[in-house]
């Protein structure tokens, strides 16, 4: 049950990222329509995390209001068509940005049902490091992905693309999830 409630609570931090994966198509107005759910959504639902200062949902925030500005008020067509890139290539960056400043987003979503007294072991802070490490790398392959789709002679059909950011973000779940259930067990064992 924990396992499930720390899922949870890391997926609620990529609400707005997935929204917009789901919703943005294949036309101006879906891009308008999903960049506005996306912007309310990471108002609405990082509202919290917003107020404590996590890195990921200001980066979110400030992305889909920046885009929305962009697309939907003032029609830049050049955004709305390298948004794929754009959208990979900011949320790589940001992910990357809490390691190079030494607060990988990990850290930050793993310490809210932490005790504070835990928060700076050595071994936890490496633990959150490594997984948003993997992230930042899975998001980087979606920068890739994105990049090939744009310069590549063969023409997969899109739903390739959306189903391999998919499943980019599949693997950083069940990666963050079996790494976490694997700490827990090792320091369940060390207790006994």
């Known amino acids: 049950m924990r396992d499930l409630k720390d899922l949870l609570i890391l997926l609620l931090g990529f609400i707005p990222w997935l929204l917009f994966l789901f919703l943005a198509g294949h036309s101006m107005t879906s891009l308008e329509r999903a960049l506005l759910i996306s912007l309310a959504a990471s108002l609405v639902f990082g509202f919290r995390d917003l107020r404590h200062g996590f890195i990921l949902q200001w980066g979110s925030l400030l992305f889909f209001l920046s885009c929305f500005i962009l697309v939907n008020i003032l029609k830049n067509t050049w955004v709305a068509r390298h948004m794929d890139i754009l959208a990979n290539s900011f949320l790589a960056g940001l992910v990357w940005l809490t390691v190079l400043v030494g607060k990988p987003f990990a850290l930050q979503y793993a310490r809210k049902d932490l005790p504070r007294e835990?928060?700076?072991?050595?071994?936890?802070?490496?633990?959150?490091?490594?997984?948003?490490?993997?992230?930042?790398?899975?998001?980087?392959?979606?920068?890739?992905?994105?990049?090939?789709?744009?310069?590549?002679?063969?023409?997969?059909?899109?739903?390739?693309?959306?189903?391999?950011?998919?499943?980019?973000?599949?693997?950083?779940?069940?990666?963050?999830?079996?790494?976490k259930r694997q700490k827990r067990l090792q320091r369940e064992k060390a207790q006994r």
């Open 118 to 179: 835990k928060w700076n072991d050595p071994n936890f802070i490496r633990g959150c490091r490594s997984i948003t490490v993997v992230w930042g790398a899975l998001m980087t392959f979606s920068v890739c992905v994105s990049v090939f789709k744009r310069i590549s002679p063969v023409s997969p059909p899109d739903w390739v693309y959306f189903d391999i950011t998919l499943l980019t973000m599949l693997a950083g779940v069940t990666y963050t999830t079996i790494f």
